[in-house]
Structure formats: structure tokens, C-alpha cells
């Protein structure tokens, strides 16, 4: 199995013009071109042009993915403090629910009989 590049470029001659393309790796067996120019007039401008974009392009995705990563790491840390606050809650409902003050279920009471019954 060969070790392919995720992002990549690749030149295509047309006639006498030369079309760069920025590509990404979908599967295996499936390559998308993210981005391309056409009519350049020589192979070297063409791979000039499609070195930069393909550097800022990764430039972007690695900005964007700290950026998603700083939310995800926001997001987890609310979710867990809104977790901790409900669990406090629940804490604190059930000491003053079953609490001494409170009437608690009885198990030896057995008058479990219905209105019907009366």
C-alpha cells in the first residue's frame, strides 16, 4: 500500500496552455480537485501558482482545525460543568426529599388498598 499525500497539486497541459490543480484525497480511489487555474503559459508558472495556493490552502485548514478544536474543547468543558451543576442538584433534591422532615416510604405500612375498596 503506497503512502499518498492528502493535499496535493498536479499540472495538466491543454493545447498550449497549462491548467494547475490543487487536489485532495477523498478515498483510495477517488481524488477531488479543491481548486484550479487555467491558461498558463508555461509548466513553471503553473507549479509556481499551485505551490502557494496549496501552502496558504494548508495554512487555512490548520488555522480552521485549532479553531474547532479550541470550540470542541469549550463545548466539553460546558457540557461537563453543566453535568457537574445538575448532579449538586440532584444531590441536594434527594437529601431534602428523604430527609428526616419528610414523610419517607414506609415498608411495613400495608394499607395499600385502592378507593374503589372504601
Do not use: C, P
Not at 479543491?34 to 508558472?45: M, P, T
Amino acid at each position: 500500500m503506497t503512502q499518498n499525500k492528502k493535499f496535493d497539486f498536479r499540472l495538466i497541459q491543454e493545447n498550449n496552455t497549462w491548467t494547475a490543480q490543487i487536489t485532495r484525497r477523498m478515498t483510495a480511489r477517488k481524488t477531488l480537485v479543491s481548486k484550479k487555474k487555467q491558461g498558463f503559459e508555461s509548466e513553471a508558472e503553473a507549479q509556481a501558482w499551485a505551490e502557494t495556493q496549496l501552502q496558504a490552502y494548508l495554512e487555512n485548514l490548520v488555522k480552521r482545525n485549532d479553531r474547532r478544536a479550541k470550540q470542541r474543547e469549550e463545548r466539553t468543558l460546558a457540557q461537563e460543568e453543566k453535568d457537574l451543576a445538575a448532579a449538586q442538584w440532584r444531590e441536594s433534591k434527594d437529601a431534602s426529599d428523604f430527609g428526616e422532615d419528610h414523610n419517607a416510604f414506609d415498608e411495613d405500612n400495608d394499607d395499600y388498598g385502592s378507593d374503589a375498596e372504601k
